[in-house]
C-alpha cells in the first residue's frame, strides 16, 4: 500500500480527533472515556442493524433471481440432453 493514502487516513483521524500525531513517533490512538465508548456502541448497534436489514433485502432479491437462473439451466441441460 501507498504511503499517502494512509498518511490522508491518518490526518483524516487526527482532525476526528482519534488519533493523536506525535511527531518522530507516529500516530497513536487517542484513549476513549467511558462515555466516549458508549456512544460508540450504541452507533455501531445502530449501523449493524441497518446493515443486515439491508443486507436481508438483498438477499432475498438475489435469490428470487438465482432461482429463476437454476429453473433455466436444468432447462438447458435437459434441453442438450
Known amino acids: 500500500m501507498s504511503r499517502i ?4 487516513a491518518l490526518r483524516t483521524l487526527h482532525a476526528e480527533g482519534l488519533v ?3 511527531p518522530n513517533r507516529g ?8 462515555r466516549g465508548l458508549a456512544s460508540l456502541y450504541a452507533l455501531r448497534v ?3 442493524g ?3 436489514a439491508a ?5 432475498v432479491d438475489i435469490r ?3 432461482e429463476a437462473l437454476g429453473v433455466e439451466a436444468k432447462a ?3 434441453a442438450v440432453m
Request: overall charge negative.
Open 5 to 8: 493514502p494512509l498518511r490522508e
Open 20 to 22: 493523536v500525531i506525535e
Open 27 to 34: 500516530a497513536i490512538c487517542r484513549p476513549l472515556e467511558a
Open 46 to 48: 445502530a449501523l449493524e
Open 50 to 52: 441497518a446493515i443486515v
Open 55 to 59: 443486507a436481508t433485502e438483498r438477499f
Open 64 to 66: 428470487g433471481e438465482t
Open 76 to 78: 438447458a441441460r435437459h
